[in-house]
């Protein structure tokens, strides 16, 4: 993409599943490359998010469920063309983004 046109959107997302939703939808109904779409810890820790969703939850070796990392929200971020902005806010509404910016 042309770096005059590239805009980053970013969203936190209380759960990983919420993250994944989000991802999703940019790339299979707004075609946003999964190459432009980047996951992280919001913070400095390792983090599922700060609720759990099930997609997260494991088993130890003896099959007692471990507690997920919930240790702050999950920041995702998309680099979008000028155009692709509008549909990409509103993927990241729809999964339930907080803290959304576009830069």
Request: net charge negative; no cysteine.
């Amino acid at each position: 993409m042309d770096d005059d046109n590239v805009r980053t959107i970013r969203g936190t997302f209380a759960t990983r599943e919420a993250a994944d939703l989000a991802i999703e939808h940019l790339v299979q109904e707004h075609g946003i490359d999964r190459a432009d779409i980047f996951v992280q810890a919001k913070d400095a820790a390792n983090t599922s998010g700060i609720a759990p969703s099930g997609g997260d939850a494991s088993r130890d070796a003896g099959g007692s469920d471990l507690d997920p990392a919930l240790r702050g929200e999950i920041e995702v971020s998309a680099d979008v063309s000028r155009d692709e902005i509008a549909a990409a806010e509103q993927a990241f509404r729809e999964a339930g983004a907080a803290h959304l910016t576009t830069r």
